[in-house]
């Protein structure tokens, strides 16, 4: 018996429910966090404005955006079970698991015992998880047990790649995490943020809402994308090369990941603004060919398939650019996106009903019982 919809595969085109928080797409390129444009938030906003924007509900003033970074700076301490934890997972795993297994860890030794505690648990997770990740990977790599407290920088981005590499950031290279984590703090409705509502939606803890979403965003339909961009592009020497193995991919038939959106047309708006600091990075650091094989990457896609580069694909120069090992890219993301996960989890408590969508069934028509000795 078959029961057809009319919602598209993946429910595309179709609204789950109703946010505040974010438009995405609503002209075709357009993105908006609170009411506020991404173009103006990413040139002019440091990525801790925008995340008390989403967590608290508005851009905060001088004090209270200090008092903010005081806050967050007074929380970087892993508690010892966690480093133990930490240690103990090899350098062969995959960093999102990492940061999975982290923010699980974190839900048993601190757990959120009542919803009142959300922000507070959500601000020491938005100030632990750089620390996570920095903290197994040095030791897990280097053998390194990093003291996550000596780093007076104030910025999560700034204070995430003095962990990484034990110096201090360029100040191009700590304007250039402010605008990555804003890019992705949030971005509506997306798999990873409706796996953390649904969770949200059965009155689960901050924890295990968080730890849904890593989960989700682990798939490489949804993160993953700036990795395989890398991946992809670093073996090329000059655009020409560049250009040559891309076009033997697509008529492969190959998947170019970076490329598309399932919800903007025309355009995403985040590629040109990480794109320009790609620009001044390669410059910066006296990059030869990387930025001309990615925009030559990107002039073939519009060319040949009229695809235009998401937020991943340059993302992927950018932070090569700075140093940061490929294998960390998407964990990047899970820094910034954990605000949007968590001001999610905040709307969907505040007005909640258990998520409960219904299913078109496809299966066989009714059947008659058959005794297990007449089966076969």
Avoid at 42 to 51: K, L, M, Y
Avoid at 56 to 76: C, S, V, W, Y
Avoid at 142 to 157: A, F, K
Avoid at 234 to 262: D, Y
Wanted: glycine share 6%.
């Amino acid at each position: 018996m078959s029961c057809p919809s009319s919602a598209g595969a993946g429910l595309r085109g179709q609204s789950a429910g109703s946010t505040a928080l974010c438009t995405v797409g609503k002209t075709g390129t357009g993105l908006t966090y609170r009411g506020y444009d991404i173009t103006d938030l990413a040139n002019h906003a440091q990525f801790e404005e925008v995340a008390h924007l989403l967590l608290i509900g508005h851009l905060p003033t001088q004090r209270e955006l200090d008092n903010f970074k005081a806050r967050l700076m007074d929380l970087r301490s892993l508690p010892p079970a966690l480093t133990e934890v930490l240690e103990r997972i090899p350098a062969t795993a995959h960093p999102m698991d990492v940061l999975r297994t982290g923010c699980s860890m974190l839900g048993n030794i601190e757990p959120e015992q009542e919803f009142a505690q959300q922000l507070a648990s959500a601000e020491r997770m938005l100030a632990l998880f750089p620390a996570i990740m920095a903290y197994w990977y040095r030791f897990s790599h280097h053998g390194v047990r990093v003291d996550t407290q000596q780093y007076d920088e104030d910025s999560i981005g700034g204070y995430f790649l003095a962990m990484l590499s034990d110096q201090a950031p360029s100040e191009l290279f700590k304007q250039v995490m402010h605008c990555s984590l804003i890019l992705y703090a949030e971005h509506e409705f997306n798999a990873s943020t409706f796996t953390a509502r649904v969770c949200a939606s059965t009155l689960s803890d901050l924890h295990s809402c968080i730890t849904a979403a890593i989960g989700s965003l682990r798939g490489p339909l949804h993160g993953g994308a700036n990795e395989a961009a890398m991946a992809m592009i670093e073996p090329w020497t000059t655009a020409e090369q560049a250009e040559q193995h891309l076009l033997r991919m697509l008529a492969e038939k190959q998947t170019i990941m970076g490329f598309g959106h399932a919800i903007y047309r025309e355009c995403d708006p985040r590629n040109a603004l990480i794109k320009q600091w790609a620009k001044r990075l390669s410059e910066q650091v006296g990059d030869s060919h990387l930025y001309a094989v990615s925009e030559r990457v990107e002039a073939v896609m519009q060319r040949e398939k009229n695809l235009f580069c998401n937020a991943d694909f340059f993302h992927a120069s950018a932070y090569h650019f700075m140093g940061i090992p490929t294998k960390l890219f998407t964990p990047i993301f899970v820094l910034s996106r954990l605000t949007g996960w968590a001001a999610h989890v905040f709307e969907q408590r505040a007005n909640n009903r258990i998520i409960r969508p219904s299913a078109d069934y496809i299966g066989p028509e009714p059947q008659d019982w058959v005794p297990i000795d007449q089966r076969g």
